[in-house]
Protein backbone atom coordinates (compact mmCIF):
# COMPACT_ATOMS: atom_id res chain seq x y z
CA UNK A 1 0.00 0.00 0.00
CA UNK A 2 1.04 3.84 -1.12
CA UNK A 3 2.21 5.91 1.92
CA UNK A 4 -0.86 8.77 2.41
CA UNK A 5 0.60 11.00 1.18
CA UNK A 6 3.83 10.66 -1.34
CA UNK A 7 6.93 12.55 -1.38
CA UNK A 8 7.61 15.06 -1.55
CA UNK A 9 6.27 16.16 1.64
CA UNK A 10 5.59 19.94 2.01
CA UNK A 11 8.69 20.51 4.24
CA UNK A 12 10.54 18.57 1.42
CA UNK A 13 9.43 21.17 -1.01
CA UNK A 14 10.53 24.42 1.29
CA UNK A 15 13.40 22.74 1.63
CA UNK A 16 14.20 22.69 -1.75
CA UNK A 17 13.74 26.56 -2.51
CA UNK A 18 15.34 27.26 0.99
CA UNK A 19 18.65 25.42 -0.67
CA UNK A 20 17.91 26.99 -4.05
CA UNK A 21 18.18 30.29 -2.71
CA UNK A 22 21.13 29.45 -0.13
CA UNK A 23 22.59 28.45 -3.68
CA UNK A 24 22.14 32.03 -5.12
CA UNK A 25 23.31 34.13 -1.96
CA UNK A 26 26.69 31.92 -1.80
CA UNK A 27 28.88 34.80 -2.11
CA UNK A 28 31.09 33.57 -4.92
CA UNK A 29 27.57 32.26 -6.82
CA UNK A 30 30.01 30.57 -9.64
CA UNK A 31 30.71 27.61 -7.30
CA UNK A 32 26.99 27.68 -6.61
CA UNK A 33 24.78 28.80 -9.31
CA UNK A 34 24.83 26.25 -12.67
CA UNK A 35 22.86 26.46 -16.35
CA UNK A 36 22.21 22.66 -16.79
CA UNK A 37 20.93 22.90 -20.44
CA UNK A 38 21.97 26.10 -22.75
CA UNK A 39 19.42 25.66 -24.97
CA UNK A 40 16.22 26.78 -22.74
CA UNK A 41 18.73 29.46 -22.12
CA UNK A 42 17.48 32.29 -24.55
CA UNK A 43 13.59 31.92 -23.89
CA UNK A 44 14.58 32.18 -20.66
CA UNK A 45 16.39 35.20 -20.95
CA UNK A 46 13.80 37.14 -23.32
CA UNK A 47 11.15 35.71 -20.68
CA UNK A 48 12.83 37.12 -17.81
CA UNK A 49 14.45 40.31 -19.67
CA UNK A 50 18.09 39.72 -18.48
CA UNK A 51 21.21 40.48 -20.65
CA UNK A 52 23.39 39.08 -18.47
CA UNK A 53 24.64 36.14 -16.36
CA UNK A 54 24.45 38.50 -13.13
CA UNK A 55 21.30 39.97 -13.35
CA UNK A 56 19.50 36.43 -14.63
CA UNK A 57 20.80 34.94 -11.53
CA UNK A 58 19.45 37.90 -9.39
CA UNK A 59 16.23 37.55 -11.43
CA UNK A 60 16.20 33.76 -10.02
CA UNK A 61 16.85 34.25 -6.69
CA UNK A 62 14.34 37.14 -6.76
CA UNK A 63 11.91 34.48 -8.04
CA UNK A 64 12.56 32.09 -5.62
CA UNK A 65 12.26 34.92 -2.75
CA UNK A 66 8.86 35.82 -4.06
CA UNK A 67 7.43 31.46 -4.52
CA UNK A 68 9.10 31.05 -0.73
CA UNK A 69 6.91 34.09 0.73
CA UNK A 70 3.51 32.65 -0.88
CA UNK A 71 3.84 29.13 -0.15
CA UNK A 72 5.95 27.29 -2.81
CA UNK A 73 3.75 23.96 -1.56
CA UNK A 74 0.80 25.60 -3.21
CA UNK A 75 2.37 26.20 -6.53
CA UNK A 76 4.81 22.76 -6.84
CA UNK A 77 4.20 21.53 -10.16
CA UNK A 78 6.31 18.42 -10.43
CA UNK A 79 5.86 14.91 -10.09
CA UNK A 80 4.86 12.95 -7.21
CA UNK A 81 7.77 11.40 -6.23
CA UNK A 82 9.58 14.05 -8.04
CA UNK A 83 10.65 13.06 -11.72
CA UNK A 84 14.53 12.56 -12.40
CA UNK A 85 16.82 14.15 -14.76
CA UNK A 86 17.80 12.01 -18.17
CA UNK A 87 20.38 14.66 -18.94
CA UNK A 88 23.78 13.27 -18.06
CA UNK A 89 26.61 14.91 -16.12
CA UNK A 90 26.07 15.89 -12.49
CA UNK A 91 22.25 16.54 -12.63
CA UNK A 92 22.13 12.54 -14.25
CA UNK A 93 18.79 10.81 -12.54
CA UNK A 94 18.71 13.84 -9.75
CA UNK A 95 15.48 14.73 -8.88
CA UNK A 96 13.79 17.97 -10.50
CA UNK A 97 11.82 20.81 -8.87
CA UNK A 98 9.05 22.21 -10.64
CA UNK A 99 6.83 25.47 -9.79
CA UNK A 100 4.45 27.80 -11.46
CA UNK A 101 2.56 30.27 -9.99
CA UNK A 102 1.41 34.31 -10.96
CA UNK A 103 4.42 35.79 -10.15
CA UNK A 104 4.34 39.72 -9.91
CA UNK A 105 7.70 39.95 -10.92
CA UNK A 106 7.47 38.69 -14.59
CA UNK A 107 3.88 40.20 -14.42
CA UNK A 108 3.15 36.55 -16.18
CA UNK A 109 1.93 32.61 -15.19
CA UNK A 110 5.55 31.87 -14.28
CA UNK A 111 7.32 28.41 -15.08
CA UNK A 112 10.64 27.72 -13.05
CA UNK A 113 12.17 24.24 -13.00
CA UNK A 114 15.60 23.30 -11.22
CA UNK A 115 18.02 20.67 -9.77
CA UNK A 116 19.58 20.83 -6.43
CA UNK A 117 22.76 18.73 -5.46
CA UNK A 118 24.58 18.55 -2.58
CA UNK A 119 28.16 19.69 -2.71
CA UNK A 120 30.56 16.85 -2.22
CA UNK A 121 33.38 18.71 -0.49
CA UNK A 122 31.83 21.98 1.63
CA UNK A 123 33.74 25.08 0.61
CA UNK A 124 35.44 27.13 3.53
CA UNK A 125 34.72 30.46 2.69
CA UNK A 126 32.06 32.38 5.08
CA UNK A 127 29.06 32.21 3.34
CA UNK A 128 29.37 28.79 1.23
CA UNK A 129 26.89 27.15 0.29
CA UNK A 130 26.49 23.30 0.97
CA UNK A 131 24.27 22.87 -2.39
CA UNK A 132 24.02 23.54 -6.02
CA UNK A 133 21.51 25.14 -7.95
CA UNK A 134 21.24 23.94 -11.70
CA UNK A 135 19.21 26.09 -13.29
CA UNK A 136 16.92 24.31 -16.15
CA UNK A 137 13.85 26.01 -17.30
CA UNK A 138 12.10 29.42 -16.91
CA UNK A 139 8.95 30.43 -19.09
CA UNK A 140 5.72 31.70 -19.62
CA UNK A 141 3.51 28.76 -17.76
CA UNK A 142 1.53 27.27 -20.49
CA UNK A 143 -1.68 25.30 -19.87
CA UNK A 144 -1.23 21.73 -20.34
CA UNK A 145 -1.11 19.69 -23.75
CA UNK A 146 -3.41 16.98 -24.02
Known sequence: MPPPFPRPSNKEIHRKVNQALEALRDPNRSKSCFIAKEKHLPESWDFLGVVDKVSFWDTIQAL??????????????????????????PIAQKELWAYAWESAI??????????????????????????NLFFLDCHENRPPKY
Do not use: W
Request: proline letters at 10%; charged letters at 25%.
Open 64 to 89: LEELRQIDPTKYYVGSRPPQRSYETG
Open 106 to 131: TGHPTYLKFVIVPKKKQSTYEGASAY
